[in-house]
């Protein structure tokens, strides 16, 4: 990679003015592109900052994929750049709906954290490309703040029938969704039992004690998924790298909650106000 990317010796399309406003998004678009180019694949990005309150995967967020994939060849094959803490589990199954219908050639590219549900929506692809400083996480819910796991195993009389039906039917919900994702795609031929033990692991408390658990690239092929390991100096490792980067920057210097970008779209999502 040159030292001086992206430098070129044509001036851009637009009016310096409006490209010099725009430059950190073409920046960013231009290294997609490099991207792409390498893999022969579309590059699309969900980008969440994930030290700002609220940027979680919400029922907004499938909109915004569409149009990525949208603007992406018919049924070609897609990288997913994703970068979240997680988020509500309905979002999450209307994404995976969204990107399973968009293409069945589908990697998800994780270079820092895909947590909690964040995780559930790495498993749609045929594999998940990870490295060193990668994470995913477990996928047990939680609700209002407080995880399932605790409601269900509470003392008796402690919670209210209410309290845990609605635990039962999340925790239920998430297990059934990661489950269905495996059979049916990356684990697609494995048997039943086998995914069911494995959806176990990260869906409740008996293997990890913390939903802020890390689950790195080694950790996650020891469970039984797809990963590609890839190394600090791989080309293509490299570059994610940097394009990370270039989110984690622009949302913090620009207010940003997320970033959806690809090629051909770039749609943000502000931040919220902080509050007084």
Not at 168 to 187: F, V
Not at 206 to 232: C, P, R
Request: net charge negative.
């Amino acid at each position: 990679m040159s030292n001086c990317f992206p430098r070129g010796t044509d001036l851009p399309a637009q009016s310096p003015l409006f490209w010099v406003t725009h430059k950190d998004r073409y920046l960013r678009q231009l290294l997609i592109k490099d991207i792409e180019a390498d893999t022969s694949r579309s590059l699309v990005v969900y980008f969440a900052d994930c030290n700002v309150a609220g940027a979680q995967l919400d029922g907004n967020d499938d909109v915004y994929v569409a149009e990525l994939l949208n603007a992406c060849p018919k049924g070609g094959p897609v990288d997913l750049l994703l970068e979240t803490n997680g988020g509500l589990t309905d979002a999450t199954e209307k994404i995976c709906a969204v990107l399973r219908a968009a293409t069945s050639d589908l990697r998800v590219i994780v270079p820092r954290r895909a947590k909690s549900n964040g995780t559930v929506i790495a498993m749609c692809g045929k594999t998940i490309v990870m490295g060193m400083e990668s994470e995913l996480g477990p996928i047990d819910p939680s609700i209002n703040g407080v995880p399932v796991e605790f409601v269900l195993n509470a003392p008796p009389g402690t919670m209210s029938v209410i309290d845990l039906q609605v635990a039962e039917t999340a925790r239920k919900q998430t297990q059934k969704l990661a489950s269905d994702l495996l059979s049916t795609g990356m684990l697609k031929g494995t048997a039943p039992d086998e995914i069911t033990a494995l959806v176990n692991k990260i869906a409740t408390r008996d293997k990890y004690h913390s939903h802020g658990s890390v689950i790195d690239a080694s950790e996650a092929a020891s469970l039984g998924l797809h990963v590609t390991n890839l190394g600090q100096d791989d080309p293509l490792w490299r570059k994610v790298g940097l394009l990370r980067a270039m989110y984690q920057v622009d949302c913090a210097n620009y207010g940003y909650a997320k970033i959806f970008e690809g090629t051909r779209v770039s749609l943000v999502v502000a931040a919220p106000p902080a509050k007084p």
